[in-house]
């Protein structure tokens, strides 16, 4: 112990005999109480006075600490007072003193007979402190309304600035010691006043694999002392801090006694911990632990007292899935993030920089090309594309750039972006592809007004033979006199100065992004009426790099025009200044293209193109052939030049070779299958799976969604709640009550009953009718016509006919379901009709009242399920199926087309026929059916008489 600390212990012994002899004092108050929990009012708190802390030990053992009372001080750089207590026991003396991941350990004091709890370990005193530490007061933790009055201060003075945080274990599962570097900058302050800051302890652990402890997790129950982990990232790769629960009160709970990252609102997952080891440390000593995978609750305030939140709730969490290639090799990633966006950034360059390690094994150079499709609240998805290259370590420098765009998200000035997910696709390639800029000739020294100017540009590529790349100009009406043009490559940025006036809107802002130069893309800018004006883009199979300025001599009508015409004044001055351009000049790394809606009929089609190479990076494929510009997607059968065709079958391939067009496609898409094709003049993507390559394509190309728009001639409740951005069309109808989520979508004539809530992002085709007591999830898909809620079909009967029964449940439709036009689901009886996540249903389909949907589901066309049956998860019914009602079909179960299923089927089997069974005893049966013709004819040509059968030739 240091001689400052030793001199405050031994201060504090002394003022116990004082204390002690100040006599019997009246009977204490009754204490205020949380739950069944008593609290120790700070006012009846004295040197001396002795109690214990509850902890978890190693191997998961709850541990019990002495606990004695010292001083209780203010103004220490907190809003809240501080009480210095120092521990003893045996867990102490083998740490040497209180450990990282203490934090939030409860410590309880006698009062009334009672053990009342005075707060939670908070803060020690690192360095050979021994048991020293700070507790944090319950009532600073829990922010009461009504705080008790401030009582004095006892105690000898300390020095705030020789105490610390109870540094809080970060657990890193599946990342390694560089990529958990990338989260110091993150981690190394959190927010404390100076006199209290210190870096988080970083633990960097093996790769998760299995869940170690799913039978701990199941049995798990919050309780103080605990070990708890606050997660930041689940998933394949995990960010978790480690700590101790303080106070569980109903639903509500707090731990820690000092703030994580001290941001206030946030929403972060609480689950167990499970502590293996108390490390001994000179520093300061520290528990191993796992975090478990259960989700215990939120933490919803990160506040300077402590960590709280709910039990049972729900974090928002964004789902991240990250994936590379290299050549044929593949890896992914799936993680979930915290909604916060201030963390998006550090912690996806964080996985980024883990998984690109594990895939490349090794540290090396290279280009790397990054294809981002970033979902926002409101149905907006951004698709960005960008590229990079390094000679040393192509993954770090990729980590770097894929976190950029999340960044630029995060601090936009204009609103929240609300990130729905993030999917990361990253192509690797060993070499450098890399071409500088050698020199620049333009084709003609003059040219007139709005015409265009051949560029000649000589690109050196790295150690390969110089190419000439010739661009066509087109320049504006407005330029006159000589102008200046500058070409350039992606890789060299815009100047600062040049960069041209910030957006005015968010909308502006993403268009910024979607229209960002790539590093593979040469551009030619030149200055038009003061600002800087992009005048052509051309992508290239190399990244770009160099800055060449040429001068042209423009005549013309633009020489008379009027100079001052698009002139305003310039504030400083009083001159002319330039106007300020409305619509930014594209920057920064990514790309991206929001596609324009298609021709009805036609292909679909981009406004800019994309390369093949690009293509495949995003399908995850490997391209053959030559690099070029892909304009549309279009079918085999009215494929056109420079568009995306996707083949499934030889026959069509085919069919398609022969036809002119072939030579000129920009793309053709393959299943590995049909490999090798015959010979086609175009580039070719191979893929492993082709019709997921068409959805992702088809995702590329299709419509953005329309502005939102609140029609005049909806009728929308007052008291109905209209989440942001939401649109709703002509003559909808809006119930009192109803609960639209931000981004959502209800179309013309629909209409939606009282109480009606709808998930983020849901899209509701016109003349959908949501009956009250309906709720749809997250990005829920109804098509036109659909009726969701409506009374089922049950009667009873009595002497009168057939008595209604009232149908008084609901139906729940979960996140990500699509439902098919004029398809009808029943309400339940009493309870409520369920449909489970990414069940996809068709149309005219009929679902009953009672039925239980798993989630993956897939239902074709006219299909009808009878009321209380029961699909479990991945069940698949062909085209016009019919089920009975109270049948169970189990998961994974298949039905063929047109069957009509009477008894349950088991889980993993697949049936058809009338009425269903086994498909292998079907068909053998229609197989024997087929040949009693020939039976019957065989037992009559032998004479033998046949039971039952009529004479005669019939």
């Not at 409520?832 to 039925?851: M, S």
Request: with cysteine.
């Amino acid at each position: 112990m240091r001689p400052a600390l030793r001199r405050l212990a031994l201060l504090g012994a002394l003022l116990l005999p004082t204390a002690l002899a100040q006599g019997a004092a009246a009977p204490p108050p009754p204490a205020e109480r949380a739950g069944d929990t008593p609290l120790f009012p700070l006012g009846a708190l004295e040197a001396g006075a002795r109690g214990y802390a509850l902890t978890t030990g190693a191997n998961n053992r709850p541990e019990r600490l002495e606990v004695e009372v010292i001083a209780l001080q203010y103004d220490l750089g907190t809003a809240f007072p501080l009480v210095l207590v120092e521990t003893s026991g045996p867990l102490v003396e083998r740490a040497g003193g209180i450990a990282a991941g203490m934090s939030g350990s409860p410590v309880y004091l006698p009062y009334g007979g009672e053990d009342a709890l005075l707060g939670a370990i908070g803060f020690t005193f690192p360095d050979g402190s021994g048991g020293l530490g700070l507790v944090t007061p319950i009532g600073a933790m829990r922010q009461a309304e009504a705080p008790e009055a401030r009582p004095a201060a006892f105690g000898p003075p300390f020095d705030p600035r020789a105490a610390a945080p109870v540094r809080t274990p970060l657990l890193l599962e599946g990342l390694s010691g560089r990529a958990a570097r990338l989260l110091g900058p993150l981690l190394a302050a959190q927010g404390l006043p100076a006199t209290l800051q210190v870096p988080t302890r970083l633990q960097v652990q093996g790769r998760a694999g299995a869940p170690p402890h799913a039978d701990a997790d199941a049995a798990f129950e919050p309780a103080p002392g605990g070990a708890v982990s606050v997660q930041l990232v689940r998933g394949d790769l995990t960010v978790a801090a480690v700590g101790t629960l303080t106070l569980v009160e109903g639903g509500r709970f707090w731990a820690f006694g000092h703030p994580l990252l001290n941001q206030g609102e946030v929403s972060f997952a609480l689950a167990p911990a499970y502590v293996t080891a108390v490390v001994p440390n000179r520093t300061l000593p520290f528990k191993l632990a796992d975090s478990g995978r259960r989700v215990l609750g939120a933490v919803t305030q990160d506040r300077p007292a402590a960590l709280s939140g709910t039990l049972g709730e729900a974090p928002q969490f964004v789902p991240v899935t990250l994936t590379l290639q290299r050549g044929e090799a593949q890896a992914s990633a799936h993680l979930e993030v915290t909604a916060l966006e201030a963390l998006f950034a550090p912690l996806l360059a964080t996985a980024s920089l883990q998984l690109l390690d594990d895939f490349l094994a090794e540290t090396r150079g290279g280009t790397a090309e990054l294809a981002w499709e970033i979902a926002l609240r409101g149905g907006r998805t951004l698709r960005l594309l960008a590229q990079t290259t390094d000679p040393a370590d192509i993954a770090l420098v990729t980590a770097a750039l894929a976190a950029e765009p999340l960044a630029l998200l995060a601090e936009n000035p204009f609103r929240a972006p609300g990130l729905g997910r993030v999917a990361l696709h990253v192509a690797l390639e060993r070499d450098a592809r890399v071409a500088e800029i050698a020199d620049v000739v333009l084709e003609d020294a003059v040219v007139p007004a709005g015409g265009s100017v051949g560029v000649n540009v000589r690109l050196q590529p790295f150690r390969q033979d110089p190419v000439v790349q010739r661009l066509s100009v087109p320049l504006p009406e407005a330029l006159a006199g000589e102008v200046e043009l500058t070409v350039r490559g992606g890789l060299s940025p815009l100047e600062a100065d040049d960069a041209g006036a910030p957006p005015l809107s968010f909308e502006e802002f993403l268009a910024g992004l979607e229209r960002s130069v790539q590093a593979r893309e040469l551009v030619v800018e030149a200055f038009v009426g003061g600002e800087l004006q992009l005048l052509t883009r051309q992508l290239l199979p190399h990244l770009v790099s160099g800055s060449v300025t040429r001068s042209v001599t423009v005549e013309g009508p633009a020489d008379a025009a009027d100079p001052a015409a698009d002139t305003e004044t310039d504030p400083e001055t009083g001159g002319a200044a330039p106007p300020r351009r409305r619509h930014p000049t594209p920057r920064g790394a990514p790309l991206g293209r929001s596609p324009p809606h298609p021709a009805a009929g036609g292909p679909a089609v981009r406004p800019h193109p994309i390369t093949a190479a690009q293509l495949a990076a995003q399908l995850g494929g490997r391209l053959e052939g030559d690099d070029r510009p892909v304009t549309a997607l279009a079918d085999p059968t009215a494929a056109l030049p420079d568009s995306a065709v996707v083949v499934t079958s030889a026959a069509a391939l085919e069919a398609l070779s022969t036809q002119p067009v072939a030579a000129q496609l920009g793309a053709l898409v393959l299943p590995d299958a049909l490999c090798p094709a015959p010979r086609v003049a175009c580039p070719i993507i191979w893929v492993r799976d082709v019709r997921l390559a068409l959805a992702r394509l088809s995702a590329l190309f299709a419509p953005p969604p329309p502005r939102p728009q609140l029609s005049d001639g909806a009728v929308v409740a007052p008291d109905a709640t209209l989440g942001e951005a939401v649109s709703v069309g002509a003559g909808a109808v809006i119930g009192a009550g109803a609960v639209i989520g931000a981004g959502s979508r209800v179309g013309p004539g629909c209409v939606l009953g009282e109480g009606v809530t709808l998930g983020p992002d849901c899209v509701l085709h016109a003349n959908v009718t949501l009956y009250p007591g309906t709720a749809l999830g997250a990005r829920v898909i109804v098509h036109s016509g659909a009726v969701l809620g409506a009374d089922g079909f049950g009667y009873a009967f009595g002497p009168q006919g057939a008595v209604k029964i009232h149908h008084l449940g609901g139906v729940v439709i979960e996140d990500d379901v699509e439902v098919g036009a004029n398809t009808c689901i029943d309400r339940g009886t009493l309870l409520d009709t369920r449909v489970g996540a990414r069940t996809k249903i068709d149309n005219l389909c009929q679902i009953g009242h009672n039925v239980q949907i798993g989630p993956d589901c897939v239902i074709a066309g006219g299909s009808a399920i009878g009321g209380s049956t029961v699909l479990e998860r991945g069940v698949l019914l062909g085209g016009a199926v019919a089920v009975t009602d109270h049948v169970r079909l189990g998961a994974g179960a298949r039905v063929g087309g047109r069957s009509s299923v009477t008894k349950s089927v088991p889980a993993g089997e697949t049936w058809a026929g009338y009425p269903a069974k086994p498909q292998r005893k079907w068909v053998r049966e229609l197989y024997l059916i087929g040949k009693l013709e020939a039976i019957w004819a065989s037992v009559r040509a032998q004479g033998r008489p046949v039971s039952g059968a009529r004479t005669g030739d019939d």
